[in-house]
C-alpha cells in the first residue's frame, strides 16, 4: 500500500508562489505517475497536474498552463491567483501512460491547503 502526504500548503498573496511536495512512505517515485488534483469548497475535485511514470510526458489544466510546473516529487506553483485556492491533493499510479482523471489513479493523499489573497 501507497500512502501519500502532501505538504507545502499555506497562506500566500496573489503573484506569489508555492511549492507542493508529495512524498510516498517507505517508496520512491521513480515508478509511479503522479497527479495533482484541488477542490475548491462548494466544487467538484478538478485536474490539475500530471507526469507520466516515465518523466516524459506531463499535462496541465489550461487554469494553470504557463504558471505551474511539476515532477513527481512536487507541483511548482507561481503566478499564484486567488481562484486558484483550493485543498490540493497528490496522486500516484504504478500504470504506465498518462491520466488526467480521478479514476486513472490508484493512491491518494489526504490533502494540502492552498489559499491565495487579493
Known amino acids: 500500500q501507497v500512502q501519500l502526504v502532501e505538504s507545502g500548503g499555506g497562506l500566500v498573496q496573489a503573484g506569489g508562489s508555492l511549492r507542493l511536495s508529495c512524498a510516498a512512505s517507505?517508496?520512491?517515485?521513480?515508478?509511479?505517475?503522479v497527479g495533482w488534483f484541488r477542490q475548491a469548497p462548494g466544487k467538484e475535485r478538478e485536474f490539475v497536474a500530471s507526469i507520466s511514470r516515465s518523466g516524459g510526458s506531463t499535462y496541465f489544466a489550461d487554469s494553470v498552463k504557463g504558471r505551474f510546473t511539476i515532477s513527481r516529487e512536487y507541483l511548482q506553483m507561481n503566478s499564484l491567483k486567488p481562484e486558484d485556492t483550493a485543498v490540493y491533493y497528490c496522486a500516484a499510479t504504478p500504470k504506465a501512460g498518462i491520466y488526467m482523471t480521478s479514476s486513472g489513479f490508484e493512491y491518494w493523499g489526504q490533502g494540502t491547503q492552498v489559499t491565495v489573497s487579493s
Open positions: 517507505g517508496r520512491t517515485f521513480n515508478r509511479y505517475g
